[in-house]
């Protein structure tokens, strides 16, 4: 059964701090690895991975992958209070029946 | 506007009822999801259509049915089976793999507003 595990379940941080959230998975057939940003509906793409060791980059947003230790990292730097949400990461594999995993999320909060 | 709606943004239910939630997208996906998100918890799948007249069940798919009669349209109704109802309620489309020219286009799934079900 595929698994995808974040860490830490929430986080309370300062405005400036730099943050970091972790997701692992075990999948069958790895295709890639996607972060979403949830604050209060519908969850908005972040990023996207395939590749290991390939950083992606959105402004103060950045992310890498390594697929084999099967984990990614989500960095925040300089945290603004508008960064508060829960960031969720889901990952698809390559099987017939194109599902998406997601894992349980980190909620963030970041205070003034 | 392109994008994915879904209707009501709130909904109540008395124990014993059924009730469809709704999602259209005029993004032309060829597949559709539903998923149920219970407070402090990920997204779980319930159900899932790669093609029109076609539908999977998910993780979670006891107490609901789905139907996909026409491509845009993908509703989710939730039967007095499923024991826990009370849940935020999210739908989704993408392109189905093979059928775009990005990997981007393929693998991002678009999301809907929600709906949020009470049972009273």
């Known amino acids: 059964e595929d698994k995808v595990v974040q860490s830490p379940l929430s986080l309370v941080v300062h405005e400036g701090d730099t943050v970091t959230l972790n997701c692992s998975y075990e999948?069958?057939?790895?295709?890639?690895l996607l972060w979403y940003k949830q604050e209060k509906k519908a969850p908005t793409f972040l990023f996207m991975l395939?590749?290991?060791?390939i950083e992606k980059k959105s402004g103060r947003l950045s992310s890498i992958l390594d697929k084999k230790e099967l984990f990614s990292i989500l960095n925040i730097t300089a945290t603004q209070t508008g960064d508060s949400a829960v960031y969720l990461c889901?990952?698809?594999?390559?099987?017939?029946?194109?599902?998406?995993?997601f894992g349980g999320g980190t909620r963030l909060m970041v205070k003034p | 506007d392109g994008g994915i709606t879904q209707s009501p943004k709130y909904l109540f239910r008395k124990e014993g009822q059924n009730v469809t939630l709704s999602c259209e997208q005029n993004?032309?996906?060829?597949?559709m999801y539903w998923y149920r998100q219970d407070p402090g918890q990920g997204l779980r799948l319930i159900y899932y259509?790669?093609?029109?007249?076609?539908?999977q069940k998910g993780d979670i798919a006891e107490g609901y049915s789905v139907s996909r009669e026409k491509k845009e349209s993908f509703p989710l109704t939730v039967t007095s089976a499923q024991k826990n109802p009370t849940a935020f309620y999210l739908c989704?489309?993408?392109?189905?793999?093979?059928?775009?020219?990005?990997?981007?286009?393929?693998?991002?799934?678009?999301f809907g507003p929600g709906t949020r079900l009470t049972v009273l």
């Open positions: 989704a489309s993408s392109i189905v793999r093979g059928r775009a020219s990005a990997a981007r286009s393929t693998d991002t799934q678009y």
């Open positions: 999948v069958t057939n790895f295709r890639s």
């Open positions: 395939t590749s290991s060791g």
């Open positions: 889901a990952v698809w594999n390559n099987n017939a029946g194109n599902m998406l995993t």
């Open positions: 993004l032309n996906h060829d597949a």
């Open positions: 259509s790669q093609i029109v007249n076609d539908f």
